[in-house]
């Protein structure tokens, strides 16, 4: 139990690094994108480009979510230690 206790920071720092790398290359675009994947000033733009958006808006909306999934996992496994010694002590 004190092993497991001793590395359950370091994998939330893991998670929590993995989440913060994943916020910053696949956070939601700057560009405005709704979800039928057109753009919030493209007029017009044509069928493939807007199929093209759309895999691009899911693909970091999921990505962007998972961020944040890792972010709350790696805080909450850091967590855990400290919970259990406090409760002990």
Known sequence: MEVLLKYLP???LIFNTAG???LAVYSMPK???FK????A???NAGQERNEKMKSLYTKHRLLT???????FLGI????I?????????
């Open 10 to 12: 370091i994998t939330g």
């Open 20 to 22: 913060v790398i994943t």
């Open 31 to 33: 560009d405005v994108l």
């Open 36 to 39: 039928d994947g057109t753009e």
């Open 41 to 43: 000033l493209v007029v």
């Open 65 to 71: 979510i998972a961020g944040y999934v890792l972010l």
């Open 76 to 79: 909450t496994i850091q967590a």
């Open 81 to 89: 230690p400290a919970t259990i010694e406090a409760l002990t002590t």
